[in-house]
């Protein structure tokens, strides 16, 4: 059997190739259970009780997704113009850190005070973002390293910042690389009915909704779409790369950074680095298997957050390390990337007589 | 006579969706034939090719090379089997040398590949041909004809038997031309079959025969003397060829555009403007002859905002453009043919009325508030394909389906709708077929007997002196001089075209 490029693709042989997708991870993720010595049908069993067995698992589930839908998005709306940042993980880190450092500086409380610091959160990541885009669009420095190396200039900004007389919250004895709890009134309200839920879970719904008519419908998405695709035709068409690249850049940083404030506000109450680290990280992951479309990102990001959740009742229930749901996610944009490119190709027949000489 | 076919092609199809490219196609080609495919763009030359080089698998159909039937599941398939491309569109690594792009693809064979041998083959081959061309030059210092010389030193460093070449003269000077056709003849004295795909009738009627492709057909393989080119059109169309439209008495209006001593980077030959300040009027169509790469380009982005002159001005109705940008020219009501459509022009991926839209999305024609409407748009769509003779398309194909003819008719739909001041078009009929350029170079003449002022660059001096009121001729980035084209002679511009001055 050998594959040559499809001229087309072909709907249901896409659905296949994910079909196969979905059983080689479930396959490979079995034999890493076993490999630690776990049973794979308790383990599996588990992750679906504590990811969708119950109401209240369907809530974790979308609380651990919540995040990922932003930074997934964020990731997306850049790669969809081939702009290609890095950036998700210190976005997530500045958008907290700005959000919070608002509720400190205006002395933020209730719903006023939830929306100006949200708000203050994805400007901070959109400022973050800015900061690659002018370096790109002004003086050609890559966005990827750009990206990466800013990742780690906030990343030890933020221990600066959680150092005792600073932000750092001061113990007893000893001081813990936290700041202290903002005010009750803005943690974020959990959605009625499911209890784990907040607000932002809402929010990242809403936000891939106008994500998706922004990509499709709307003249800024035209030019993301045909600058990933062409930049010369776009550029020779009246688009200022500079500007597009620009708008994409904060766009995509307000969406990291409003993930890092929800995660403050709805989950860890306070600044604390191990609440926001991973997420930018694997949003890219995100985007990646949702092909950088909104609802694909959507779609990939409740997919990784019904892992996360379940990984802890697997932990509980079948006595299985929730480091494995790490390495679950990795096998998972593996057999999700071999499917998209699979999708692409087509079978054909062992090849007769062909280098006939 | 069955021996001597070296290649057949039996009832092959190949489709597209709901296309069909290829529909039952039979023909064949003799050892050491130079045969000719003919036929308007979309009528499957392209599809055809790609099987027969195992691009493409056919859907039906047999093709039989020495009497025995191959199925090709890869180009190297096809290489192997002795079957070599040379396209229309390079396929050459811009940065590798000519001897690196030689012999990409057959280091497949051995882990590390003896580059002193490959030297001495190479050395051998272009001595047999009588080329000189050094072999550590990286390819992005070649000139493009010297590329055509790469691409096929590539095909025939892998012995092949076939040899297919697309539209090979699209970018050689009438003696590199020459000279291309006295190397196919020594290599067919020893036995290589050449099929070549060409729309330049001088060039169709010098092979041995021709097959005439129409809708995905082959409707006939004739010899050239049994047919007259008229009756070969007629073939290739189906119907009577359409008269090739010529200039008519134009009303010249107000001066529309002015470039004054003008100087522009560019890759090879930074063009310069020299002496009087240029001029063109509403109405008037100025021709820009010469080959290709002699400075049109450079001239004609400092029409369209691609790039900034260092010195000099240019001004449209009057106003200051020297340093404007696309969106600002595009604005003031200047339309662009640019010379590579599918990069600079089309978004591949994006449909028809995706394309159309490009320049226009943020106009009031097709947006409402930050939303595209995509009614509008598909009226737009609509419209075009049916003012320009799109065809086999509506506004939701994908660009990158049509041929090179339609999709050249979705940019001049485009632009043209732009261009009420000005309309700036490079080299826009090339590798197009007779009855697409008599329809391109009819709109164009409407554009400019509507009010536009016309700026057409072609290396075909004949179309120009056809088109044009007064021609410009480039050589090396500056202009040799400028003719009026109703008294002017094609010898005359031959010789400016040449670097001789008028």
């Known amino acids: 059997m050998r594959f040559v490029p499809r001229s087309e693709t072909a709907p249901a042989w896409t659905a296949f190739c994910y079909g196969v997708a979905l059983a080689v991870f479930f396959l490979l993720s079995a034999l890493v259970v076993l490999s630690v010595g776990g049973s794979p049908g308790k383990a599996f069993a588990a992750l679906f009780k504590g990811s969708l067995g119950t109401w209240n698992a369907v809530g974790g589930t979308l609380a651990k997704a919540t995040p990922l839908i932003l930074t997934g998005l964020s990731a997306a709306i850049a790669y969809r113009a081939r702009i290609w940042s890095i950036g998700q993980e210190g976005q997530v880190v500045f958008g907290a850190v700005a959000g919070y450092g608002a509720t400190l500086w205006f002395g933020l409380a209730g719903p006023f005070g939830i929306a100006v610091a949200l708000l203050c959160g994805a400007l901070g990541g959109a400022a973050l973002g800015l900061v690659s885009g002018v370096l790109e669009a002004r ?44 005010a009750d009134s803005l943690f974020l309200p959990a959605i009625p009915g499911l209890s784990k839920v907040h607000l932002g ?97 959507l779609i990939a990001a409740l997919f990784f957050g019904a892992l996360a959740a379940g990984g802890l009742t697997m932990k509980v229930m079948a006595d299985i390390p929730s480091a494995l749901v790490t390495a679950m996610q990795g096998i998972a944009l593996i057999s999700f990337l071999l499917a998209e490119i699979a999708s692409l190709y087509q079978p054909v027949r062992p090849v007769r007589d062909g280098g006939a000489a | 006579m069955k021996t001597m076919k070296l290649l057949e092609v039996y009832r092959l199809s190949k489709r597209f969706g709901r296309t069909v490219a290829n529909d039952e196609l039979t023909f064949d080609v003799l050892k050491g034939e ?85 030297r001495a083959r ?10 000189t061309i050094d072999p550590d030059a990286p390819v992005a210092m070649l000139a493009v004809g010297e590329r055509q010389w790469v691409e096929i030193l590539k095909a025939l460093y892998h012995e ?37 795909i060409s729309h330049k009738l001088t060039e169709v009627m010098a092979t041995d025969r021709i097959t005439v492709l129409r809708r995905g057909r082959a409707v006939a393989t004739v010899r050239p003397a049994e047919v007259t080119p008229v009756q070969l059109t007629a073939l290739m169309m189906g119907e009577e060829p359409p008269p090739v439209p010529a200039r008519t008495l134009r009303h010249k209006g107000e001066v529309v555009l002015e470039v004054e001593g003008i100087s522009v980077p560019g890759p090879r030959h930074d063009f310069r403007l020299e002496g009087a300040p240029l001029a063109v009027r509403s109405g008037e169509i100025l021709g820009l002859a010469g080959v290709a790469g002699n400075g049109q380009r450079e001239f004609l982005d400092a029409l369209t905002g691609l790039a900034r002159p260092t010195q000099g001005t240019v001004r449209l109705c009057g106003e200051d453009m020297t340093s404007a940008s696309p969106a600002r020219w595009m604005a003031a009501g200047a339309g662009s043919i640019p010379e590579d459509r599918y990069a600079e022009a089309m978004i591949g991926e994006f449909s028809i009325a995706e394309n159309v839209a490009l320049g226009w999305h943020r106009t009031a024609r097709l947006s409402r508030g930050p939303f595209l409407s995509r009614a509008r748009m598909a009226d737009f769509a609509r419209d075009a394909i049916e003012r320009f003779g799109v065809k086999q398309a509506g506004p939701k194909t994908q660009a990158r389906a049509l041929s090179g003819g339609n999709a050249q008719r979705v940019v001049a739909a485009r632009e043209i709708a732009r261009a009420r001041h000005l309309l700036v078009a490079n080299q826009p009929a090339r590798g197009l077929d007779i009855g697409a350029v008599a329809f391109l170079y009819g709109e164009i003449l409407r554009a400019a007997e509507a009010g536009a002022a016309v700026v057409l660059a072609s290396e075909e001096a004949e179309d120009l002196l056809a088109v044009a009121d007064r021609i410009a001729v480039f050589f090396k980035g500056r202009i040799m001089g400028v003719v009026d084209a109703r008294t002017a002679s094609l010898a005359e511009i031959g010789a400016m075209m040449a670097g001789r001055a008028a």
């Not at chain 1, 190396?149 to 113990?171: A, D, I, R, T």
């Not at chain 1, 709805?266 to 990280?281: I, K, N, T, V």
């Not at chain 2, 051998?124 to 009588?130: D, K, M």
Request: charged share 15%; with cysteine; aromatic share 6%.
């Open chain 2, 122 to 131: 190479v050395a051998a081959l272009c001595e047999r041909l009588g080329l």
């Open chain 1, 139 to 182: 003086f050609r420095v890559n966005v990827i390293i750009s990206t990466v190396l800013l990742n780690y200039c906030v990343g030890y900004l933020l221990l600066w910042l959680l150092q005792p007389g600073l932000w750092g919250e001061v113990g007893q004895t000893i001081s813990y690389q936290q700041s202290a709890p903002v």
């Open chain 2, 160 to 196: 092949v038997r076939l040899l297919i070449l697309d539209e090979p003269t699209a970018v050689l000077t009438p003696a590199e031309s020459a000279r291309l056709f006295a190397i196919i003849d020594r290599l067919r004295g020893d036995g290589l079959a050449v099929i070549l």
């Open chain 2, 34 to 118: 130079l045969h000719c495919l003919f036929g308007e763009n979309g009528a499957g030359k392209s599809t055809l090719s790609a099987c027969l080089t195992g691009f493409h698998k056919p859907d039906s159909g047999a093709i039989m090379l020495n009497g025995r039937e191959v199925v090709f599941a890869t180009p190297a398939a096809a290489l192997d089997a002795g079957i070599g491309i040379c396209r229309q569109h390079f396929s050459l690594v811009e940065r590798f040398t000519v001897l690196e792009n030689i012999v990409l693809g057959t280091e497949r064979e051995h882990l590390r590949f003896d580059l002193a041998t490959a």
């Open chain 1, 201 to 297: 879970g809402l929010v990242a719904l809403v936000l891939t909704i106008a994500v998706g008519i922004l990509i499709g419908r709307t003249r800024l998405g035209f030019e993301i779409r045909g600058f990933g695709l062409n930049p010369r035709a776009m550029v020779a068409r009246g688009v200022n790369a500079g500007a597009l690249i620009l708008a994409v850049m904060a766009i995509s940083g307000a969406l990291s950074g409003l993930a890092g404030i929800g995660q403050v506000l709805g989950e860890s109450h306070r600044l604390r680095p191990d609440a926001l680290a991973g997420f930018g990280y694997t949003g890219i992951v995100v985007a990646l298997i949702g092909r950088s479309s909104a609802v694909g990102t």
